[in-house]
């Protein structure tokens, strides 16, 4: 019976323990805000609030009554509780410098990853200009070649032609040689035949004159 008893017991405490919300874990928030007095106590009047993670310079502490004497970056000097002193920041600024670092170190990345993009994009151009030039390079160079065979070409072909233009010239010359020479050879032709003609004609006239006379004389001589 007793055991039954306690049976029941323990069931209806489960039970009406089971009806209560589960525990959740939580954090003390390190978010404080100091008061910063004109003197070392809470009577004193307040100057302003300072936020945990506030960089203050210190200039005088007393251990009897808890407080120190800071001097916050806008030159504003007071009082405040040594206990919220401390030689380094918040674990929660010093996440948030680390957490900023980070982002910056990220942006930085992908900044650094699209330049990497642009230089590799850069890189294949300038790798296809390249290319594109040293084609070209060639190109140039056959042409240029090609100009200097056919400028030893055409330096042949002036040298040549300067030589047909002298022999040419010596042909001239000879051929006005041999017409002066055919020229004179006719004049002294017709010459010739001209007195060759005149003593013809000459020696016929003569003959005339002297072939009757003889006629005459061989009769005489017929009648003695």
């Given at each position: ?14 039970g ?18 100091v ?37 916050t ?15 380094l ?52 160079q ?28 010596a ?11 055919a ?6 032709t ?11 004609l ?10 009757p006379?003889?006629?005459?004389r ?7």
């Amino acid at each position: 019976m007793h055991r039954v008893t306690g049976a029941l017991l323990l069931a209806l405490l489960l039970g009406a323990t089971g009806g209560a919300p589960a525990a959740e874990t939580r954090y003390v928030s390190d978010r404080i805000e100091v008061t910063l007095r004109t003197g070392q106590s809470t009577q004193h009047k307040v100057r302003r609030t300072l936020m945990s993670g506030t960089e203050v310079e210190l200039l005088e502490t007393d251990s009897d009554t808890g407080y120190s004497r800071v001097r916050t970056e806008d030159g504003t000097e007071g009082w405040m509780l040594t206990r919220y002193l401390a030689r380094l920041p918040s674990a929660r600024d010093r996440l948030a410098v680390v957490e900023k670092r980070l982002a910056e170190l990220k942006m930085a990345n992908r900044e650094l990853e699209a330049r990497l993009d642009e230089l590799a994009a850069e890189r294949a151009r300038l790798t296809e200009a390249n290319d594109r030039l040293a084609e070209a390079r060639d190109r140039l160079q056959g042409e240029v070649e090609t100009i200097r065979r056919n400028a030893r070409d055409a330096l042949d072909i002036v040298d040549e032609n300067e030589r047909l233009e002298r022999g040419h010239a010596a042909l001239e010359e000879r051929v006005r040689e041999l017409e002066h020479e055919a020229e004179a050879l006719r004049s002294r032709t017709r010459r010739d035949w001209f007195l060759t003609g005149a003593g013809v004609l000459a020696g016929g006239l003569a003959l005339g004159l002297v072939l009757p006379r003889l006629r005459r004389r061989r009769g005489l001589w017929g009648e003695w």
